[in-house]
């Protein structure tokens, strides 16, 4: 069982910055892709960004797009998530994920491993 516990949560003003990290209990998790939903209120959870194995690629939803950057140190079993310039609609449980295989995917249903969240909340 991976175990993926994420940090960096808080309260913020819009247009502040904050950085979300994820650790996993298992040196293994570097060749699989890591991923970020968030679940807003009163909201499904929607993809946020992933990253493929080893690092190569990153992908991101439209809407944080040029604002957020997602990142891995592999040697620490890390996964980062960089939001700049946040909003009020950023406001979510942030989770992060291990993907099934390599590959980078937007689809909730293939990853296998999900953090307990972290709390961000971005007021106006």
């Known amino acids: 069982q991976v175990q993926l516990v994420e940090s960096g949560g808080g309260s913020v003003q819009a247009g502040a910055s904050l950085k979300l990290s994820c650790v996993a209990s298992?040196?293994?998790?570097?060749?699989?892709?890591l991923g970020w939903f968030r679940q807003g209120p009163g909201k499904e959870r929607e993809f946020v960004a992933a990253i493929t194995g080893y690092g190569g690629i990153s992908y991101y939803a439209d809407s944080v797009k040029d604002r957020f950057i997602v990142s891995r140190e592999n040697d620490k079993n890390t996964v980062h998530l960089q939001m700049n310039s946040l909003k009020p609609e950023d406001t979510a449980i942030y989770y992060c994920a291990r993907a099934k295989d390599g590959s980078g995917s937007h689809y909730q249903d293939d990853y296998i491993y999900w953090g307990q969240g972290t709390q961000v909340t971005v007021s106006s």
């Open positions: 298992e040196y293994s998790s570097t060749w699989y892709a």
